[in-house]
């Protein structure tokens, strides 16, 4: 069978994304603690405890209330446990959710979750077509579904709130964005290839039938 034998695709860097964020977030917020100043273990013994929920939610909202020149920020959800939000321009068609996991150790779980393309025809050539493109990306990983109108697939990953502290607050919201755009470009630049060879559309913010797609990935596996 034919292999995917592109380039290796890169976005825009982690720090340049860093540097926006500092830009953004009040001076309070982004000098409130030295660096390495995240806290102390946790009841689980190695676990360090990271920024509760309320503060992750801010951030979040002083980010989307900002805007960004790359992309276009509506939010779906802002409740006192769940945060949601799409980053969408041309190229891209992106969910940021941040939610509670654990209340009882303070812990949420953050995932970048785009959308490559949806309606293809589904199998096993497909699925292995995505899931051996990993080599080519830094960081995150493939995902899919099998729906009633054909297979949708896109690029994700998630962090714990562990990574997410007042001393690193400007560097891991950067990295969230970073992962933003390196992650909608993986799931476009595979859309692109795939697309002929399989049918499909790709997934876009302009498009209504996109939206159940994308979301068919963040929820578990039914």
Same mark, same amino acid.
């Given at each position: 069978?034919?292999?995917?034998?592109?380039?290796?695709?890169?976005?825009?860097?982690?720090?340049?994304?860093?540097?926006?964020?500092?830009?953004?977030?009040?001076?309070?917020?982004?000098?409130?603690?030295?660096?390495?100043?995240?806290?102390?273990?946790?009841?689980?013994?190695?676990?360090?405890?990271?920024?509760?929920?309320?503060?992750?939610?801010?951030?979040?909202?002083?980010?989307?209330?900002?805007?960004?020149?790359?992309?276009?920020?509506?939010?779906?959800?802002?409740?006192?446990?769940?945060?949601?939000?799409?980053?969408?321009?041309?190229?891209?068609?992106?969910?940021?959710?941040?939610?509670?996991?654990?209340?009882?150790?303070?812990?949420? &779980?953050?995932? $970048?979750? @785009?959308? /490559?393309?949806? #309606?293809?025809?589904?199998?096993? *050539? !497909?699925?292995?077509?995505?899931?051996?493109?990993?080599?080519?990306?830094?960081?995150?990983?493939?995902?899919?579904?099998?729906?009633?109108?054909?297979?949708?697939?896109?690029?994700?990953?998630?962090?714990?709130?562990?990574?997410?502290?007042?001393?690193?607050?400007?560097?891991?919201?950067?990295?969230? &964005?970073?992962? $933003?755009? @390196?992650? /909608?470009?993986? #799931?476009?630049?595979?859309?692109? *290839? !795939?697309?002929?060879?399989?049918?499909?559309?790709?997934?876009?913010?302009?498009?209504?039938?996109?939206?159940?797609?994308?979301?068919?990935?963040?929820?578990?596996?039914?």
């Amino acid at each position: 069978m034919q292999r995917l034998r592109g380039r290796r695709v890169r976005g825009r860097s982690v720090t340049s994304s860093g540097h926006l964020v500092s830009s953004i977030l009040p001076e309070p917020h982004a000098a409130r603690a030295t660096r390495g100043d995240c806290g102390q273990a946790s009841t689980g013994g190695w676990l360090v405890p990271g920024l509760p929920f309320p503060r992750i939610r801010e951030t979040l909202n002083l980010l989307a209330g900002e805007g960004s020149p790359y992309y276009a920020i509506q939010k779906v959800i802002d409740e006192d446990d769940t945060w949601l939000a799409t980053f969408s321009s041309e190229s891209l068609y992106v969910i940021v959710q941040a939610a509670i996991a654990a209340p009882e150790l303070d812990r949420s &779980l953050i995932d $970048v979750h @785009a959308g /490559g393309a949806y #309606a293809m025809h589904a199998s096993g *050539e !497909l699925f292995e077509a995505i899931s051996i493109a990993t080599w080519r990306f830094d960081y995150g990983g493939p995902w899919a579904r099998v729906r009633a109108d054909g297979a949708t697939f896109g690029w994700r990953s998630r962090l714990p709130s562990e990574m997410f502290c007042e001393a690193n607050v400007s560097d891991a919201f950067g990295f969230v &964005l970073g992962m $933003v755009d @390196a992650f /909608g470009m993986a #799931a476009g630049t595979l859309a692109e *290839e !795939l697309i002929p060879r399989f049918g499909g559309k790709p997934s876009r913010s302009d498009d209504p039938q996109a939206w159940p797609a994308l979301m068919s990935g963040l929820l578990p596996p039914q």
